[in-house]
């Protein structure tokens, strides 16, 4: 996790693997959602450009553990499933989501527009 500049937000989440969910340690840097088997390991296990993609909360309705969902996708791509114990903590990584992509955007606008 050295390598990341600019660390927005950090926690460990649930994400949905192929047959179970896994706790993994996920860092919100650089424009990208990055995911880590735990807090020391240096290499990803999964990195996603927020840039270009939806972010939404789905709350679940039956008792299961995972009642909190951060829906992370993007039209013709994969979409991954990121849950939590709160509905404050699942708004906390989608606000911090947002905002890193709005200020992406307006950090581009800057140097690309016109004089």
Same mark, same amino acid.
């Given at each position: 996790?050295?390598s ?10 649930y994400?949905?693997?192929?047959l ?6 996920c ?19 999964? !990195?996603? #450009? ?7 909360y &789905?709350?679940?309705? %039956? ?6 969902? $951060?829906?992370? !996708?993007? #039209? ?7 849950? &939590?114990?709160?509905? %404050?903590?699942?708004d906390?990584?989608?606000? $911090? ?19």
């Amino acid at each position: 996790m050295s390598s990341l500049k600019n660390v927005k937000f950090a926690g460990c989440l649930y994400h949905k693997g192929l047959l179970s969910w896994t706790q993994r340690y996920c860092v919100i840097a650089d424009g990208q959602l990055v995911s880590y088997r735990s807090e020391k390991d240096s290499k990803p296990v999964l !990195s996603l #450009p927020l840039v270009g993609r939806d972010i939404t909360y &789905t709350e679940r309705m %039956d008792s299961s553990r995972f009642s909190h969902a $951060v829906r992370v !996708s993007r #039209p013709g791509s994969e979409t991954h499933w990121f849950y &939590t114990d709160s509905r %404050d903590v699942a708004d906390a990584w989608i606000f $911090v989501s947002y905002t890193t992509v709005l200020f992406i955007h307006t950090d581009t606008r800057l140097f690309t527009s016109e004089v």
